[in-house]
Structures are given as structure tokens and as C-alpha cells.
């Protein structure tokens, strides 16, 4: 089974390669943009046929240059930052080139299956129902979430969502995301400040009816979501768009008492001002509805917050974090 992969080098890319590998399977080719940054170590000790840059893939695609039949394209590629203001990049990037490799993967008879966003949700104002009759209603709240949305509406309005399986992932952290910078989740961007300092900083609130760090998203593992997305990688008769989340809320406060409690430290937190930029762009409620998950078959049980935190303290642990 040969898999297209892009994204590979990335944060939940490259967690997905490892279950792959783990699952025997390495007739994959990697499509990523590496760049000058330090993605690369999350394609060392893995097993895969090619490498790829991004930026040729699609022309070297459409010209017939990959060699032998696909069975699955996995798109995990994307540009994910929440604060790029560049609508015309993002556009490109997330949309038009999703475009591409899906009409491709459609025409030649390969399973297609990619990343969407929780972020397409908005201000939740609609809920968090996957369901294609709410996704047609949605208001994303900032052009990266826009991106994603665009897509997902154009496979409903093609009639293409059934022949594709798209996921809706809600806030992803743990291994592999060391390369997103400001992207990153809390936890890693917090875990150096709290064990050298003992305080970790979450941001104000700027909503009245959430105090400060009461503000709850649907956090996950992803160690969760990439078990998942492997279960419709082997049950591929399984189409449509589904959230990837915990089905549960919790708050920046219960991120924060998991990790003092994992390091065994009192916990102290600061309150920060949130950037003017994204103030009005900022989910304060996520919470995926997983009736749907659960309707398709996939009944993974996921780690709780705490243990989850636990687990990926010990990785940060090991790494050259301190």
C-alpha cells in the first residue's frame, strides 16, 4: 500500500509516521518544507520510500513521476499559525493546494484523507456538530481557520465529502511540536519557565462571563488523535468530516494544576495581557461533538488531561528543553 503523506515532517505528520512504521507499513513518500528549522529530526529513525519538497510535489505529481500506484493520500500539510495575516498565502497554501492533490487523488482512484481545524468552528456560537449541515453555517474568526473552512465547503458543495474523510482536529499537543514556535501548545512553550521559575503565564480574559484562565478548549493527545486518524486509515469506507477531540472541556487553569502537579510544584500562575492582534480572533469554548466518531465506529478511549500531561512532561523531560 503506497501512501502519500504530506505534512509528514510535522507535528501530528510525524506522529502518524511512527504509528505507520509501527504498523509495518513504509511504502510512504514524505511531502514537507523543511526549511532552515529543525523539522527535519522528526523524520530521523523513521522509514519512508521519498522525500519531497512541497513546493515541487504537486507538478511532480501531476506529470506522473511518482512511480507505482497510490493507494492513500494523507494531507496533514498546512500552514497552522492562527496570527498569519497573509490571506493570500494561506489561501494558497490551504486551499487551492488541497484542491489540487484532492482532485488528483479522486481521479486516480486513491483514498483521500486531510487535516481540517477546529478553528473553522469560530466563536461556537453554532456548536461544535460536525455534521455538513452545520459546517455550510460556520464563521471561522481568523483567515487560517477560513482556509480550512473554504475547503471543507467545497467538498460539500462538490459532492465530494463522500468519497473523502476529513478531520476537525481540536487542540493537539505532546511530542514532535518543538518546531511550531509560537504555535506550540502552553505546555511545551511553559515547561522550561515552570521548572526553572515555578510560575507559568496564561493569558487574561477579556470576556466577562470567563475569569482569568477559565477559558476551556477540548485539549488532546497526540498520541488520541493519531490513533483516530489510524482507525479510518484501516477502516477507509468510512467518509465524511469528524471532529478529533476528547469530547470534554477543560480549562488553561486545569492545563496549568496538571503540570505543577506532574513537576510537584505549588502552583503559581501570572495572568498576562492577551495580544491586542488576536483579541477578537480567540476561541474562548471548544468542545467536539463525537457522536459522529463514535456513529463510524471509532471508539477510542482517550487519556485524561492529567495523564496526558504527565506523559508528555517525561518526553519534555528528555529533550534540551532545561
Known amino acids: 500500500m503506497k501512501i502519500i503523506l504530506t505534512g509528514g515532517a510535522g507535528f501530528i505528520g510525524s506522529c502518524l509516521l511512527s504509528k505507520l512504521n509501527a504498523k509495518g507499513i513504509d511504502d510512504i513518500i514524505i511531502v514537507d518544507k523543511l526549511g532552515s528549522s ?35 493520500v494523507i494531507h496533514m500539510g498546512a500552514c497552522t499559525s492562527t496570527v498569519e495575516t497573509n490571506a493570500s498565502y494561506m489561501l494558497e497554501n490551504n486551499y487551492s493546494y488541497s ?3 484532492c482532485s488528483w487523488a479522486l481521479k486516480n482512484k486513491a ?25 455550510l453555517t460556520l464563521h471561522p474568526l481568523n483567515i487560517y481557520g477560513y482556509s480550512k473552512h473554504l ?5 460539500i458543495k462538490n459532492k465530494l465529502i463522500e468519497k473523502v474523510t476529513g478531520f476537525k482536529f481540536f487542540n493537539v ?10 504555535m506550540r501548545s502552553v505546555i511545551a512553550k511553559s515547561f522550561t519557565h515552570v521548572v526553572k521559575s515555578g510560575v507559568m503565564k496564561l493569558f487574561m480574559s477579556y470576556r466577562m462571563e470567563y475569569a482569568d484562565g477559565e477559558q476551556k478548549r477540548d485539549f ?14 484501516e ?13 470534554q472541556a477543560r480549562t488553561w487553569k486545569d492545563v496549568a494544576g496538571a503540570l505543577f502537579a506532574t513537576l510537584d510544584k505549588k502552583p503559581q500562575v501570572e495572568y498576562v495581557p492577551m495580544p491586542e492582534t488576536i483579541r477578537d480572533k480567540y476561541q474562548y469554548f471548544t468542545q467536539a461533538e463525537t457522536d459522529k ?25 528528555n529533550q534540551s528543553y532545561l
Open 38 to 72: 529543525d523539522k527535519w529530526k522528526n523524520l530521523e529513525g523513521k522509514k519512508f520510500e521519498d522525500y519531497i519538497d512541497k513546493d515541487r510535489f504537486l507538478d511532480y505529481l501531476e506529470s506522473n513521476r511518482i512511480i507505482g500506484p497510490v493507494d492513500t
Open 99 to 101: 484542491k489540487r492533490l
Open 111 to 135: 483514498h483521500f484523507l486531510y487535516a481540517s481545524s477546529a478553528a473553522t468552528y469560530g466563536d461556537g456560537k453554532l456548536g461544535y456538530s460536525d455534521m455538513d449541515a452545520v459546517t
Open 151 to 155: 475547503f471543507d465547503l467545497w467538498l
Open 173 to 182: 499537543f505532546g511530542p514532535n511540536e518543538y518546531h511550531k514556535e509560537e
Open 220 to 233: 488532546i493527545y497526540v498520541k488520541d488523535a493519531v490513533e483516530m486518524v489510524y482507525y479510518f486509515i
Open 235 to 247: 477502516n477507509l469506507n468510512q467518509k465524511g468530516i469528524f471532529n478529533i477531540g476528547t469530547g
Open 293 to 317: 466518531l463514535k456513529a463510524a465506529g471509532c471508539r477510542h478511549k482517550c487519556m485524561s488531561l492529567e495523564d496526558a500531561v504527565k506523559d508528555y512532561a517525561g518526553y519534555l523531560e
